[in-house]
Nanobody
Framework: QVQLVESGGGLVQAGGSLRLSCAAS????????MGWFRQTPGKEREFVGV????????YYADAVKGRFTISRDDAENTVYLRMNSLEPEDTAVYYC???????????????WGQGTQVTVSS
């Protein structure tokens, strides 16, 4: 049974930082590209960034480029999302996902976590 469990969300002031973690189990973690997405009420889930299975390549949405960084620790089966210079517009539920393609598209991911809430106050 595959599980992805996010943690690290919370309330932070604008300009602050958070690091989200996503611990994976039940899959060969190193074989998967790992993506992060976010969603706010009434909106579709949107792509944040993806890190390839090798960790050698990453790609980010324009809205977070230069502020967010994805890293992974294959020994710990964990992927991280470091978020700096947070803005109120970053408020959302953040999800990690595992897929066989390094995609920006939701349907191309095989497994999803339950999400963690990030709230950025102004």
């Amino acid at each position: 049974q595959v599980q992805l469990v996010e943690s690290g969300g919370g309330l932070v002031q604008a300009g602050g930082s958070l690091r989200l973690s996503c611990a994976a189990s039940g899959l060969t973690f190193s074989s998967y590209h790992m993506g992060w997405f976010r969603q706010t009420p009434g909106k579709e889930r949107e792509f944040v960034g993806v890190l390839t299975r090798s960790g050698g390549n990453s790609y980010y949405a324009d809205a977070v480029k230069g502020r967010f960084t994805i890293s992974r620790d294959d020994a710990e089966n964990t992927v991280y999302l470091r978020m700096n210079s947070l803005e109120p517009e970053d408020t959302a539920v953040y999800y990690c996902a595992a897929g066989q393609r390094g995609s920006i598209i939701v349907p191309e991911y095989d497994y999803w976590g339950q999400g963690t809430q990030v709230t950025v106050s102004s």
